[in-house]
């Protein structure tokens, strides 16, 4: 079947540095995907989305970047922080074929610890 | 504080038992959703409701049944639990489906 993966199970970096996490999709018909954030012992949270029809969109010191042609996703932080430690999760919508249901297809997850 | 509520936080069950995760929201959204968090697996679709009257089945859909009686709850039972199904389990919803979704603080259930 078809499934969203990430390139790196875990990743450390300075405090200050910039941070990209990859993550890699299988399923040429998805047409919408989500960067979640989740800290230890809390529910996912929403980060930033972005459209097929797109290759960037900014926000508050996040950016994600969609390659449609390698199916490539990635999500980079400016200047990151010690509150940005947390597992961050990829997520596609999947159309069900036949039917009008997408349903979110996560990834399993990128560790990122923030050293001070 | 608007947002999703989920209930219990957490539960130790005896496998066999028959147990309901709840699930509140209060933000009038149309779908909603319930997910399994395992470690390594990341978080895999269970069951879902586009809007009220109706549920559909996710990707592990089984021993689990869903309900969706009004706009606000989606409660999730384990009609006989198996220590298979000892997790994290989230509840979510979106203003519509295939938009971002909202997610609860989660129930860790474990079976014994």
């Known amino acids: 079947g078809e499934s969203v993966g990430l390139h790196l199970p875990t990743l450390s970096v300075q405090e200050g540095d910039n941070s990209i996490i990859n993550c890699a999709y299988s399923?040429?018909?998805?047409?919408?995907f989500i960067w979640y954030k989740q800290e230890s012992g809390k529910g996912p949270q929403f980060i930033i989305d972005?459209?097929?029809?797109?290759d960037k969109r900014q926000g508050q010191r996040v950016t994600v970047l969609l390659n449609k042609t390698v199916k490539h996703l990635s999500l980079q932080i400016a200047a990151t922080q010690p509150g940005d430690s947390a597992v961050y999760f990829c997520?596609?919508?999947?159309?069900?074929?036949?039917?009008?249901?997408?349903?979110?297809?996560f990834g399993k997850g990128t560790k990122l610890s923030v050293k001070p | 504080i608007a947002g999703i509520t989920q209930a219990p936080t957490s539960q130790i069950l005896a496998a066999g038992r028959r147990m309901t995760l709840r699930c509140t929201q209060d933000?009038?959204?149309?779908?909603m959703y319930w997910y399994r968090q395992d470690l390594g697996l990341g978080l895999r679709l269970i069951h879902y409701?586009?809007?009220?009257?109706?549920?559909g089945k996710g990707e592990v859909p089984d021993g689990y049944s869903v309900s969706r009686a009004n706009t606000d709850d989606f409660p999730l039972t384990l009609a006989s639990a198996v220590p298979s199904q000892t997790s994290v389990y989230f509840c979510?919803?979106?203003?519509?489906?295939?938009?971002?979704?909202?997610f609860g603080q989660g129930t860790r259930l474990t079976v014994v």
């Open positions: 409701s586009n809007t009220a009257g109706t549920t």
């Open positions: 399923n040429s018909a998805s047409d919408y």
């Open positions: 933000m009038r959204h149309n779908a």
């Open positions: 972005i459209r097929s029809n797109m």
């Open positions: 997520a596609e919508i999947v159309r069900n074929y036949g039917g009008s249901q997408g349903n979110l297809i």
């Open positions: 979510a919803s979106s203003a519509k489906p295939n938009t971002e979704a909202f």
